[in-house]
Structure formats: structure tokens, C-alpha cells
């Protein structure tokens, strides 16, 4: 805990000694310093402190099927509370931003058209290039929110209340992803700290939504690869590899799931599942690129805007290791404290750590790469939830004052900074 508040301080003190600008408003996070305070706070207060004691006493003792329930609904209900204490702008300002998905996906009239001219769209130099979120992803994300669209929720509102329900079911993918690989009893034992995660404050943002997809993708991977019969094992395998797939055409950073899969194969031993998942996977592919998506094609389209935009001005040398001091507000601090117990346990093969660690070198790998600058509170809440799993190595006594640091952490940064819900929605961009 003392690496990561010296490494957030340094994060912080480096911009104001050198005089670099490091190109946000509020180092290490993307977000604006403006501390809100008021009576609207009391709600998610009050809702993380029911939350608290709600679990203690009541879920933890809750059958199976019930526990899963009540985990899902705290999932939901925690980021709920801190987003809907702004009012409903606290769901509506990020999709009314133009650089969103949803203000692109209701200007798409012909969904064939678009894929076919999707990677032209991509550079600045483009007429009518693609906004930044669009634009920074393959079209998975687009239509997604072109569908939400088609069926009537075009509400910026609701369509931050959508993504924020299916972000929650993270929780419950990645609590059954522990049970099938470690056990009932891990599993109670890792889903508090996925419910409570300061994370919560991102969970109505598209990142949410890959998340889920990445939990989902992982716990078929892991059912699969325990399944007794070989066709059982070979249709799970399939329709693991089918949400992995799509999860690569949501965000190219997912890639790096592919360090997850092979963490989950490892438990179970299994590697004859492999080659069932690339097949579904490439059924994905497949389909994007008969549509007229090629994703080897427009990854190095993106790269040139990538440097062409703001991340060339976002110096590697800070960015490399500032990233995890921004990663530390959506983990929080006990996530730093539970590493060496984790890394510890990796060594007996305890599954757990063994995620835990391999969400860790998802990281490592991102920020080393460069092509995560800033921003990585949100875009690396898919492996995010992963390395909180290792908070369970932390001491029993430890577990109700460090959740409720969680807690804290999550309503601190809700109520000081003005996060990039509020502080794009502001700009004349």
C-alpha cells in the first residue's frame, strides 16, 4: 500500500516540479479537480455503508443461487448510487458528448454501408472521419449502440443505464469463472471485492460493456475446459471462442485476453479446448470481415491517428508508470497490498493468484506497449476485475475495513473530481 500512495504522490508532484505538461487536467486521472460536496453525497454514502453491512450479515449466508443474485444486484446498485447523486446527468452528459458512440450510431443509416467504410473513416484527414471513441475501436462497440439505437433507446439517460446493467454482470461471470476453477468457497470469498470496486464510477461507460464480455468469455472458456465429454467440452469451447472473438472486435487492447485464456487453460489443464475456442473465434473474424471489417487492416489505421492525436503529446517516459498509478483509483490501494501474497500463492498453482497475476500481466503489458496513455482507470477495467480477485489473500481481518476503503475511494472520487462524464460534456469539443 506504501509503493502504490508513493507511487499515486509521485504521479501527481512529477507535472508540478518539471512544469511537463502531461496532457490532463488532474494528474494522474483523466478528469478536472472540482470538489462537490453536499447533501446529494449522503445517498451512495448511505448505500455503501447498507451495502457493507448487508453483505456482513446477510449475503454471505445466502444458498448459492441466491448469493449470485444478491451479488449481482449490489453490483448494480453501488454504481447506480454514485452515478444517479449527480441527477440524471450523471448518466446522460457522457452520451451526449459528440465524441461518443451514441452520437455517430444515430447518424449510421445503412449498417452494410458503414462496415464497408469503416477503416476510411478512420484518419483526421477523412471528411467525415469517425469521433474519437468510434474511431479508437473496431465497430463491435458501434453496433452495439447503433442497435440500442434501432430498438428506441436513443435516450442518453437510459443508454447509460443499459450499459451500466450489463457491465454489472461482470460480477456474477467473473465470481462463476472462480467457482468452476477454484471452488464454492473462493468464490464467496473473491466476490465482494468485485461488487465494492472503486470502479463502479466507470461502470456506465462503454468499458463496462468489454468487461462483461471479457468475464463472460473467460467463465465459458473455464466451464468448457471442465466439461467431462469431449462434445460438451467442444460446443462450450465454440461459444467460449465466439464471445473471446467479439470481444477483440469491441477493443483492440483485447487482445491481451489472450494471456487470461491461457491462465484459464492452465488451471484446468485442459488445452485441448484450444483449438474448439480459435474456431469459434474465427467464426467472429470471419463474419466482421465478409461484412467488410478487415481488423489487421484497420489496426495500423488507427495507430496513425492514435500518434496524431493527443496520445503523441502524452510522453512515454511519465505515462509508463503513471498508468498504474491511474489504475490504483479503480482497484484501490488493498489491491496493491494483496500482490505479494498473490505472486506468493502463483507459485503453488492456487487458481486464484494464478488469474489474479495474469490480470497483472495484462496490465504490464499494456502500458509497456504505449499504446495506453491516460484514461486506464476505464480502459482496463477487463483485466481490471481479474487482479481484484486477488484481494481475497488479504488477512480475514482485514476484509470489512478494507472494503469499506473501497468505498471511500469511490465516493471520494466522485465527490472531488469532476470526472469525464462531466468534464468533456463541459468543453466546447
Not at 447523486?85 to 454501408?113: C, I, K, T
Request: net charge neutral.
Amino acid at each position: 500500500m506504501a509503493v502504490a500512495v508513493a507511487l499515486v504522490a509521485a504521479s501527481m508532484l512529477f507535472p508540478v516540479i518539471t512544469g511537463e505538461d502531461v496532457r490532463v487536467h488532474a494528474p494522474p486521472l483523466h478528469a478536472d479537480w472540482g470538489p462537490d460536496v453536499g447533501w446529494h453525497t449522503l445517498l451512495p454514502l448511505t448505500v455503501g455503508v447498507a451495502l457493507l453491512l448487508t453483505w456482513r450479515y446477510l449475503v454471505e449466508r445466502l444458498p448459492w443461487p441466491a448469493f449470485l443474485g444478491a451479488s449481482y444486484a449490489m453490483a448494480w446498485l453501488w454504481p447506480f448510487s454514485l452515478a444517479i447523486s449527480l441527477g440524471r446527468e450523471g448518466f446522460a452528459r457522457l452520451y451526449e458528448r459528440p465524441g461518443e458512440y451514441l452520437h455517430d450510431a444515430v447518424r449510421v443509416q445503412d449498417v452494410g454501408v458503414m462496415m464497408h467504410e469503416f477503416v476510411e473513416r478512420i484518419p483526421y484527414t477523412h471528411p467525415d472521419n469517425w469521433h474519437v471513441h468510434v474511431a479508437g475501436h473496431p465497430p463491435g462497440a458501434l453496433l452495439f449502440y447503433i442497435g440500442l439505437d434501432r430498438v428506441g433507446i436513443d435516450d442518453p439517460f437510459w443508454v447509460g443505464v443499459v450499459v451500466m446493467t450489463l457491465g454489472a454482470t461482470a460480477v456474477v461471470a467473473g465470481t462463476l469463472c472462480v467457482r468452476v476453477l477454484a471452488g464454492e468457497t473462493w468464490a464467496r470469498r473473491v466476490a465482494p471485492w468485485l461488487v465494492l470496486a472503486p470502479l463502479a464510477i466507470w461502470m456506465s461507460q462503454g468499458d463496462a460493456l468489454f468487461m462483461a464480455a471479457a468475464a463472460w468469455g473467460l467463465a465459458l472458456l473455464a466451464v468448457a475446459a471442465t466439461r467431462g465429454s469431449a462434445r460438451s467440452r467442444a460446443a462450450w469451447g465454440v461459444g467460449a471462442g465466439l464471445v473471446l472473438g467479439l470481444c477483440v472486435y469491441l477493443s483492440y487492447g483485447l487482445v491481451l485476453l489472450g494471456v487470461l485464456a491461457l491462465a484459464v487453460l492452465f488451471l484446468a489443464r485442459r488445452w485441448s479446448v484450444l483449438p474448439w475456442a480459435l474456431l469459434g473465434a474465427l467464426v467472429v473474424a470471419a463474419v466482421f470481415t465478409v461484412a467488410g471489417f478487415s481488423w489487421w487492416e484497420a489496426y495500423p489505421v488507427l495507430v496513425e491517428r492514435y500518434n496524431a492525436g493527443i496520445a503523441s503529446e502524452r510522453s512515454y517516459h511519465y505515462w509508463v508508470w503513471a498508468n498504474l498509478a491511474a489504475w490504483t483509483f479503480s482497484v484501490g490501494l488493498v489491491t496493491w497490498a494483496a500482490l505479494p501474497e498473490v505472486f506468493a500463492a502463483v507459485r503453488r498453482r492456487e487458481p486464484v493468484a494464478v488469474l489474479a497475476a495474469a490480470g497483472f500481466a495484462t496490465i504490464v503489458v499494456a502500458t509497456v506497449s504505449g499504446m495506453s496513455k491516460a484514461e486506464v482507470e476505464r480502459i482496463w477495467m477487463p483485466f481490471s476485475l481479474f487482479v481484484l480477485m486477488g484481494c481475497a489473500y488479504l488477512p480475514a481481518r482485514w476484509r470489512m475495513p478494507a472494503l469499506a476503503t473501497n468505498v471511500l475511494l469511490g465516493l471520494a472520487i466522485q465527490s472531488l473530481y469532476v470526472i469525464p462524464v462531466l468534464a468533456l460534456a463541459r468543453s466546447p469539443q
